[in-house]
């Protein structure tokens, strides 16, 4: 804090301000809070006071045996018609059906992988595709557009011939 003679920036702009200055009423540390306020619980206490989030509660062997599990399935299976686990479990759209159980074939995860990797395949082929396809043109038009710009200039000499000789 820089101090300009006696009074430090910190309370010139509180004077400045309808802001007021009050202590933390845990810890006292001064807190700039609103003119109406009351009391005040700092920041940092406030933190303090607060539980832990979830995942900070489970194990790392909770959190790895959760992310194997996840492993087993592809991504955004909640959302199929129609999941079915090798162990006969149906689930439709994310939410397990037990009359269903044991009455289709399980999905092929392996086969959807397979799928979904060929079609980013193909669409990034494509969309390199349409890049060169871009490029070429690009430069196609700069090509054009220089010989115009030449044609151009060599008009514009004639006619300054033609202008001089007269």
């Known amino acids: 804090m820089r101090t300009i003679g006696k009074i430090t920036e910190r309370e010139q ?4 301000s309808s802001n007021k200055s009050l202590y933390c009423k845990k810890c006292g540390k001064e807190v700039i809070v609103d003119s109406e306020t009351v009391e005040v619980i700092c920041p940092i206490c406030a933190t303090k006071m607060a539980p832990p989030a979830q995942y900070l509660l ?7 045996k959760e ?21 006969g479990k ?3 759209r994310g939410i397990e059906k037990p ?10 995860v392996d086969a959807i992988r397979k799928e979904r990797k060929a079609k980013r ?3 990034r082929q494509k969309n390199m595709e ?8 690009a430069q196609k038009h700069k090509k054009a ?18 202008v001089g000789e007269k």
Do not use: C, N
């Not at 489970?58 to 790895?64: G, H, L, V, Y």
């Open 13 to 16: 702009i509180i004077k400045k």
């Open 58 to 64: 489970k194990s790392a062997e909770d959190r790895q």
């Open 67 to 87: 992310k194997e599990e996840q492993a087993k399935y592809p991504k955004g299976w909640r959302l199929f018609k129609f999941f079915v686990l090798p162990d």
């Open 90 to 92: 149906v689930y439709e």
């Open 99 to 108: 009359e269903l159980k044991g009455t289709m074939e399980p999905t092929d």
């Open 121 to 123: 395949k193909t669409t």
């Open 130 to 137: 349409e890049d060169a396809r871009i490029q070429k043109l």
């Open 145 to 162: 557009k220089l010989e115009k710009e030449k044609a151009k200039h060599k008009k514009e000499k004639q006619i300054d011939k033609l």
